[in-house]
């Protein structure tokens, strides 16, 4: 399984060796292309994922627009989980996850 941190700034809160699952692969990815190159490869490999999303990249894309990816994608990564300070973000994302089913969390 791989786990995708995807934030312009922060720091993941996990390591390969801390990551509750064993075996899990955690990777940071900074932009939005990066983390949807990153989705496109769990999905042509088969390999399971989960994502953990900020709102705010830093950039015009958002983690709104990585939402409305795996949505028009119908891609189902294993969680979702959402770190954004961005309360209206925050809120966007979650309303338009939870609209097509998808497992939400936040911390």
């Known amino acids: 399984m791989i786990f ?3 934030d312009d ?11 509750p699952i064993k075996g899990t692969t955690v990777l940071t990815c900074r932009t939005y292309n990066s983390a949807i190159n ?3 490869h769990c999905v042509e490999q088969n390999v399971p ?3 953990d999303l ?10 709104y ?10 891609i189902s990564p ?3 989980v959402l770190h954004t300070q961005n309360v209206v973000g925050r809120m966007n994302m979650r309303q338009l996850l939870n609209r097509y089913g998808y497992n939400v969390g936040e911390y």
């Open 4 to 6: 995708i941190f995807v």
């Open 9 to 19: 700034e922060r720091k993941s809160p996990f390591t390969n060796e801390t990551f």
């Open 38 to 40: 990153t989705i496109q």
């Open 49 to 51: 994922f989960m994502l």
């Open 54 to 63: 900020d709102h705010d990249l830093g950039e015009e894309k958002t983690g």
């Open 65 to 74: 627009d990585i939402c409305k990816y795996l949505v028009e994608n119908e």
């Open 78 to 80: 294993i969680k979702v």
